[in-house]
């Protein structure tokens, strides 16, 4: 396993954890200024950037675009549900879980290559 088809993994990962508490952190301080909520954010969303750029250039060695979008969703779909469960208390339903196998059903032939075709 080569450090281009890893690296890829673990920054995504990192940085949908940054993505996820600038996307949806606020939620839980709904009594603070809209305004300080996006800027809060915006900042957050910056070293989401800084990891899924360098991310993106790295992995383009190893996968190709639509495979690190792929795995990207994914990715976010995984990150999104536990921090759901462990940051703002909800539930995880049979319906969203449904849904999100489906998306990952799609990654899933994203990856495959039944002609053998590159």
């Excluded at 508490?21 to 709904?30: I, P």
């Excluded at 383009?60 to 995984?78: G, H, R, W």
């Amino acid at each position: 396993m080569t450090w281009a088809k890893v690296a890829p993994v673990l920054m995504l990962v990192c940085s949908n954890v940054f993505m996820t508490f600038a996307w949806y952190g606020h939620l839980k301080h709904k009594a603070a200024p809209l305004v300080l909520a996006i800027l809060v954010s915006w900042g957050i969303a910056f070293f989401e950037y800084c990891l899924a750029v360098p991310a993106n250039r790295i992995g383009s060695e190893a996968y190709a675009p639509a495979q690190l979008k792929a795995m990207q969703e994914v990715i976010t779909l995984a990150v999104f549900c536990g921090f759901s469960v462990l940051y703002l208390g909800q539930k995880v339903t049979v319906n969203q879980l449904i849904g999100f196998a489906f998306i990952a059903l799609g990654a899933f032939f994203v990856f495959r290559n039944p002609l053998g075709v590159s």
